[in-house]
């Protein structure tokens, strides 16, 4: 089994940046997809950006041009770089990867607990 851990959330003024981490953990298991999704209050939770294993990116509009997804393979690590944050980017942020069991074959998604991201006006 796969755990999922993040790290980077807090408070920011609008226009500031924030680097958020996840590192996943476990045995005998192949990351394939990460990506980072988000909740904010009375909304449904939301795909920010994720990324393949061979490195294909997709981003939600909302975030084109001022999030940044990237992964180190060797170290089971996804990042996402968050520059020019507005208020509405405020929301829990979820770490999410695909995995399959080198044991079984079989395919799993995991998730992280969240990490709190607010920006202030």
């Known amino acids: 089994q796969v755990q999922l851990v993040e790290s980077g959330g807090g408070l920011v003024q609008a226009g500031g940046s924030l680097r958020l981490s996840c590192a996943a953990s476990?045995?005998?298991?192949?990351?394939?997809?990460m990506g980072w999704y988000r909740q904010a209050p009375g909304k449904q939770r939301e795909l920010v950006a994720r990324?393949?294993?061979?490195?294909?990116?997709k981003y939600a509009d909302s975030v084109k041009g001022r999030f940044t997804i990237a992964r180190d393979n060797a170290h089971n690590t996804v990042y996402l770089q968050m520059s020019s944050l507005k208020p509405e980017d405020t929301a829990v942020y979820y770490c999410?990867?695909?995995?399959?069991?080198?044991?079984?074959?079989?395919?799993?998604?995991?998730w992280g607990q969240g990490t709190q991201v607010t920006v202030s006006s």
């Open positions: 999410n990867a695909g995995y399959r069991s080198v044991v079984t074959f079989r395919e799993y998604i995991a």
């Open positions: 990324i393949g294993s061979g490195g294909s990116i």
């Open positions: 476990g045995s005998l298991f192949r990351i394939n997809d």
